[in-house]
């Protein structure tokens, strides 16, 4: 599990050490109140190979310390716990059951001469409370997606059928964790929204609203393009996970397989007359297969009276991707599933070649892209919308940032700043390598700027920010 | 069935007295007047027009058998024709002398086949060797020949909205010459032959003047033929082929109407309508001919309804107001008594009425089941406007409900000729603007028909009312909403904020917040002060329609005093102050409500700071830190 990204130093091989995984746990102190009994509280622990006793004392542990801090404040119980070599987060999602994620912290290995053992250092104070606390909460959301909230595995199955649930879920879901690669957009977990001028866009709600009437099992649409969001009948708590999920996940997985042009080039269905792209992403790979299977995922949202649990079926044409959520108390069958093949796959390549079309003139008139002096995110509480120029495309495995990890960290001080108070603020700071970060704060939108301008005072920076403000931000209210 | 016939007579007919041995009637086209000649006009002669001013009764002398008898435009000459030498003029102006005069036909031998009017004193003579021209001197009481164009004429047909003469020539008389009258002048337009169904031999007569009409279509002159079913041919039933007459160019064969049946037939024109009455079946057919059927050049088609006859109509039983208990008597539809005349005029000459043929849209509705067709049927129509929302919401709710898609192509298809007018509209007034002296002249104001449905009608007769009603899913409500909203993008048509409005309130209701915020983000609800108000009303149930609120008043850069105050009242003081020094209106804003709401807060700090930013203003502006009584 080790990533290890060597680095130069004052020619000495040093080895850099990212921070990974040590433990993930969750237990539930009211499961095993009695002595000799601790075992019952554990619901998962990774890794399972851990030797019991060595399980209930960590778990032990961090029950005592939570226990212990809360009296010092009973409504907010302790989110961490910083140690020299790792730091814990704890998280309570519902009463009295406890998620621990145990992260090492970075460290450089030091060769000694003389055949000595290297040294170690830790930097303890690299990783943020704030990045890692959220990547703990995004597992439980994640989770809570696809299996609803503990409380329910509790109330069919009793603690085996959530332990097994457990189990199932974070085997896998664990494995596609990157610690060393989480930053501020994990705090956000935002949406990315593309941007779409109006009159395409009220097509694609057209489309959306006459799905929704001719196939009437369908409950809640979302459409995306680009892997970004165009539209979401869902609430918006609900999209941030599936969006997190679609994006980081289903559609990487599927989009590999297509640049390794394993499926390309794209043999066009033909349903009556009409050539289409559409393809099933979850449920079925290929409708004429006989044998074909009419499963899909099931996801759980929350409606009025608690959650309720949908079919989630992705579909997708070239570039365009909609998701539609069946009550999963009703069975998707192969006609259903024809039916919609035959009715949205048509209409989505159509929308997928128009989109892409306004897209390209859109990009076409804002003018030949220069590469700019600086790199931002942008994030809006409100909406969620957010936007960065420092990442790249995210895949399946990683995700890669354009900025050194120094000021990324730099981002993240200064977003932990922010919270901690509610009005507007601006922060300038200079980095040792000679890079400007600038955050800003108006009501609830936040920008980050990292400008690569050597020689520039801070008059000069401001300025450069305002001239941003007032090219990318000016048809919001964004004070200066 | 009562409510499917789509033809009726109009409800008050022009009366007069029934023809019979000692009456004898007269209609003419030009003037749509009836003449009740009685014995030779010696009785009297009573002229019933359209109104009551075109209504005359006078006596004239007893100088033969009336065989035609018309007054000029505006009932100022009256030409009376009793032989086939001559036509007898009497002046109807006051102040001139009344007596006759008489003009023969310059053409020797020639025998004149009838006469028109062209004009208040132009009078042509057709005769069976040519026409002939003449101005009328009242005053003098003689004519002076105009034109005269020599040529062999078998029967003629006229047009008076345009002026058109049309002539049956040849032996056959299939070939047909148009002649056009215009002040004075005459000319010429491109003569045309009529395909026979079958030629007879040896030559003779074949094309009957009582299968061939003229009249104007969509404002466009097309000759009218009935063609008759022909044994030989296998065609299943006649059909009327109508020609094209333009101004200038040739003249083409445009569209065959498919009667699908035989036997006698009559043509009207009712609203841009071909009427075919059809007598054994005692029903009447329509064509539209701008409905396409894109499949070949001369347009073939079938009818836009399934045929049915005109509306039972009753004749009040006339007689003295003392007995009005008489039942009304069913009149006898589709008589062979009845004269047909263009373009809508049938005329029963036993019983002594003159109707106007009248299409109600209602039933139409109900027989013409697809529904882009149906609209774009009505849209055509003279009286539409209420049939067009009707069927709007009818198509929105109860058992009639369209799909989406249906809704779309109606909503889609009212925006084009909105649009449309729109459009002229802008042009003209642009026309107006560049100056009065060419713009205005050359362009007429565009004339806004009943077929123009505006967002304010849309909204009060179909929208609101159906965006409240109960039973309706409100995501239906909302699909519709986005779908006009979408039409009226698509024909770039500013939207009214009311319609954004209503897409609010209908989101708000069932709490789709969520939705409302994305439709925002995309700008898809234009910004506006009112939608701006609206949203900050919102915000105790959704906060973020704050935000929203004034990212939209900020993108009209005219509501700089709204942000101002938003920004006070929720004591973000620092932040109005910043605000206004951004947009540079920070010399001219009056300091007082910023020290009001700075000292609110009961911070002092930030009322020290506030203060001193508007002295160092001060300062600046004045050389003193004070500030000025007035202004404050």
């Known amino acids: 599990m080790l990533m290890i990204s060597p680095k130069m130093a004052s020619g000495m091989q040093e080895k850099q050490y990212t921070p990974c995984l040590l433990n993930f746990f969750i237990y539930n102190p009211t499961f095993g109140p009695r002595e000799g009994e601790e075992e019952k509280k554990i619901l998962f622990y990774h890794p399972s190979e851990v030797e019991k006793n060595e399980k209930i004392r960590n778990v032990g542990l961090c029950e005592a310390i939570v226990q212990f801090t809360r009296t010092f404040c009973p409504t907010k119980p302790a989110k961490s716990l910083h140690t020299q070599k790792n730091r814990q987060f704890f998280f309570e999602p519902e009463e009295n059951f406890w998620i621990v994620m145990v992260v090492r912290n970075p460290m450089i290995e030091k060769p000694n001469k003389d055949g000595k053992p290297p040294t170690i250092e830790y930097q303890e104070e690299e990783i943020l409370d704030t990045v890692y606390g959220a990547v703990v909460r995004q597992c439980y959301s994640m989770y809570k997606l696809f299996n609803g909230p503990f409380g329910r595995a509790m109330e069919t199955g009793g603690v085996e059928l959530l332990m097994q649930k457990l189990e199932k879920f974070f085997y896998r879901y664990l494995q596609t964790l990157h610690l060393q690669s989480c930053d501020l957009l994990d705090v956000f977990g935002g949406i990315s929204f593309f941007p779409l001028d109006k009159m395409t866009y009220l097509k694609i709600q057209s489309f959306v609203n006459r799905v929704e009437e001719s196939l009437s099992l369908i409950k809640y649409t979302a459409f995306l ?54 393809r099933f992403l979850t449920g079925p790979a290929n409708l004429k297969d006989p044998e074909a299977k009419f499963r899909f995922p099931k996801i759980f949202v929350a409606s009025e009276d608690g959650y309720e649990e949908l079919h989630l079926i992705v579909y997708k044409a070239m570039s365009a991707a909609a998701c539609f959520m069946i009550n999963a108390s009703v069975e998707v069958t ?81 977003n932990c700043d922010f919270a901690r108070v509610d009005e507007d603020e601006e922060i300038i700071v200079k980095a040792m390598t000679d890079y400007w970060v600038v955050g800003k704060k108006s009501d609830q939108r936040e920008l980050y700027v990292i400008l690569n301008q050597k020689n520039a005072n801070l008059i000069e920076v401001n300025e450069e920010v305002k001239r941003l403000c007032a090219t990318q931000f000016n048809n919001i209210f964004f004070l200066d | 069935m009562a409510e499917e016939h789509y033809l009726e007579l109009s409800e008050n007919p022009v009366q007069f007295e029934h023809a019979s041995s000692v009456n004898n009637v007269f209609f003419d086209e030009a003037n749509k007047q ?19 001013k075109s209504s005359v009764a006078f006596r004239m002398d007893d100088k033969g058998e009336v065989k035609c008898i018309k007054f000029s435009i505006g009932n100022k000459i009256l030409a009376v024709q009793r032989t ?52 009328v001197f009242p005053d003098k009481r003689n004519l002076k020949l105009l034109k005269s ?42 003569k045309f032959e009529i395909e026979l169904p079958v030629i007879p031999k040896p030559a003779k007569l074949s094309l009957s003047e009582r299968d061939v009409a ?85 347009n073939t088609q079938q009818p836009v309804l399934p045929a049915r006859s005109i509306h039972p109509y009753r004749i009040p039983l006339s007689g003295s107001a003392v007995v009005p208990s008489q039942p009304p008597v069913p009149c006898q539809l589709y008589s062979s008594s009845w004269s047909v005349f263009q373009p809508d005029i049938i005329i029963s000459a036993s019983e002594g009425y003159l109707w106007y043929l009248q299409v109600k849209l209602p039933p139409t509705v109900k027989l013409l089941q697809d529904k882009g067709k149906l609209m774009d049927f009505l849209l055509r129509r003279r009286d539409c406007k209420m049939v067009i929302l009707s069927v709007c919401s009818q198509i929105l ?44 002249a050359t362009q007429k104001r565009p004339v806004r028909t009943q077929a123009v449905i505006d967002q304010s009608d849309m909204y009060t007769h179909v929208l609101s009312s159906f965006s409240e009603r109960k039973g309706v899913s409100h995501k239906f409500i909302i699909a519709v909403l986005m779908e006009y909203i979408r039409s009226l993008n698509q024909y770039q048509i500013t939207v009214q904020h009311y319609l954004y409005e209503l897409v609010i309130k209908t989101l708000v209701q069932h709490n789709h917040f969520y939705m409302l915020h994305q439709f925002l983000q995309y700008h898809v609800l234009n910004d506006s002060k009112p939608l701006a108000c609206l949203l900050l009303s919102l915000e105790g149930t959704y906060p973020p329609a704050h935000q929203l609120s004034l990212d939209m008043l900020k993108r009209l850069s005219t509501a700089n005093d709204e942000i101002v105050e938003v920004l006070l009242s929720k004591q973000q003081v620092l932040g109005a102050l910043r605000f206004i020094r951004s947009v540079g209106a920070h010399d001219n804003v009056s300091a007082r409500k910023f020290l009001d709401a700075a000292r609110q807060t009961g911070d002092q700090m930030l009322f020290y700071t506030v203060f001193r930013s508007f002295q160092q203003r001060n300062q600046r502006l004045r050389g003193s830190p004070a500030f000025n009584p007035g202004t404050f």
Not at chain 2, 253 to 271: E, M, P, Q, Y
């Open chain 2, 397 to 440: 709710e109860g058992s009639e409900k369209a799909e989406l898609p249906v809704v779309a192509t109606v909503f889609d298809k009212l925006n084009q000729v909105y649009k449309d007018y729109l459009e002229a509209e802008q042009s003209y007034a642009a026309a107006v603007e560049s100056g009065p002296s060419r713009g205005a």
């Open chain 2, 34 to 52: 009836v003449f009740a000649v009685r014995s030779g006009g010696a009785t009297g002669v009573v002229v019933k027009g359209p109104d009551d």
């Open chain 2, 214 to 298: 003229m009249a104007t279509i969509y404002g466009q002159l097309y000759v009218m033929y009935l063609k008759h079913h022909s044994r030989t041919a296998n065609s299943p039933g006649a059909e009327v082929v109508l020609y094209h007459l333009p101004r200038e160019g040739p003249c083409k064969k445009s569209h065959v109407l498919k009667l699908n049946t035989t036997g006698k037939f009559a043509l009207n024109i009712v609203d841009n309508l071909v009427v075919v009455h059809h007598q054994s079946s005692q029903t009447s057919l329509i064509f539209d001919i701008r409905l396409k059927e894109p499949d070949c050049s001369v």
């Open chain 2, 149 to 190: 164009q020599s040529i062999n004429v078998n029967w003629y047909q006229y047009c008076p909205e345009t002026a058109v003469i049309l002539l049956s020539t040849t032996v056959q008389g299939n070939v047909l010459q148009p002649l056009a009258f215009k002040n004075g002048n005459v000319s010429k337009m491109s």
């Open chain 1, 334 to 414: 192969r006609e259903f599933c024809e039916q919609l093949d035959g009715l949205v796959g048509p209409q989505l390549t159509l929308l997928a070649s128009d989109i892409c079309e306004q897209f390209t003139i859109n990009r076409r008139t804002s003018g030949p892209e220069k590469e700019p002096q600086f790199k931002f995110i942008y994030f809006n509480h409100m909406n969620l919308a957010e936007k960065s120029t420092i990442h790249m495309r995210k895949t399946a495995s990683v995700c890669l940032t354009s900025v050194h990890p120094d000021l990324m960290k730099i981002l993240g001080d200064i």
């Open chain 1, 225 to 278: 393009y680009n892997d970004q969001l165009i539209w979401s009948g869902l609430e918006q708590d609900d999209m941030r996970t599936l969006y997190k999920y679609l994006t980081t996940s289903l559609f990487p997985r599927h989009s590999e397989p297509e640049l390794a042009g394993r499926d390309s080039p794209l043999r066009p269905e033909v349903a009556g007359n009409l050539l289409h792209y559409g």
């Open chain 2, 84 to 135: 086939s030498k001559s036509v007898d003029f009497i002046n109807f102006i006051p102040d001139y002398p009344h007596t006759e005069f008489t003009q023969e036909c310059k053409t020797r031998n020639a025998s004149i086949l009838g006469f028109c009017w062209t004009s208040w004193n132009e009078i042509v003579f057709i005769t069976d060797q040519g026409v002939e021209f003449y101005q």
